[in-house]
């Protein structure tokens, strides 16, 4: 079964600076999703990735997925009190075959606290 | 929209009792998730629906657990009889071929005691 790694586990980063967040994926991704969880709260969904070299961005928020497709990073660019939360990286198991949805393979999550 | 509704957020119930939990999808979408997240295990994927059918149930983690979605905007989970170790946030989640990503409701909270 697919496993992923998320790295740092927790990240404690000074207001205004940059950070980047590692998703490292056992297997070949057919489609990687970011999502941030806010502390009691549901997951909200931030972009999705699915060719290798693709870029995406959301305000300040950047993920990129590899050429060989088994990892993606997150970076923050100006971090800011909002930002705080838990970002987990999610993975399609399989490619898609058209009849629907997968469900996914989520990371650990990465703890993001944001010092004034 | 009103975004994926569950019910109820909280629930506290003794070892042994029935717990069902409720999900409401988006309107128009075709699939429904079912995803339990604990600090130990981070959130794990039970089973999903695809136009009201089970695709896959092999999360599920024993017999105990089942789930069922009777028409295209409800689904139930029910835990039968609990333990304390399904304590845990379960969260329903769905999506649509014309969307990108699945999309989360709030969440319950289940503690059993």
């Known amino acids: 079964s697919q496993e992923l790694e998320q790295s740092p586990q927790s990240l404690i980063v000074q207001e205004g600076k940059n950070l980047t967040i590692n998703c490292t994926s056992s297997k070949t991704l057919y489609g990687l999703y970011w999502y941030k969880q806010k502390y009691g709260e549901g997951l909200i969904f931030l972009m999705m990735?699915?060719?290798?070299?693709e870029e995406k961005s959301h305000e300040k928020i950047t993920a990129k997925l590899d050429e060989k497709k088994q990892q993606s990073s997150l970076h923050i660019t100006a971090s800011q009190p909002s930002h705080a939360g838990i970002y987990l990286c999610g993975a399609d198991p399989r490619p898609p075959s058209g009849g629907g949805a997968d469900g996914l393979t989520f990371g650990k999550g990465t703890h993001l606290i944001i010092q004034p | 929209d009103a975004g994926v509704i569950q019910s109820p957020r909280h629930e506290v119930t003794e070892m042994g009792q029935e717990v069902t939990l409720r999900c409401k999808p988006i309107s128009g979408h075709n699939s429904l998730f079912w995803y339990r997240q604990t600090m130990m295990r981070g959130l794990e994927l039970l089973i999903y629906?695809?136009?009201?059918?089970?695709?896959?149930d092999s999360g599920m983690p024993e017999d105990r657990f089942s789930a069922k979605m009777p028409n295209a905007s409800f689904s139930t989970l029910k835990i039968q009889p609990s333990e304390p170790r399904d304590s845990a946030v379960y969260f329903c989640?769905?999506?649509?071929?014309?969307?990108?990503?699945?999309?989360f409701g709030p969440g319950t909270r289940l503690t059993v005691l």
């Open positions: 629906f695809n136009n009201n059918v089970p695709i896959d």
């Open positions: 990735l699915q060719k290798g070299g």
């Open positions: 989640a769905s999506s649509s071929i014309l969307a990108i990503g699945q999309f």
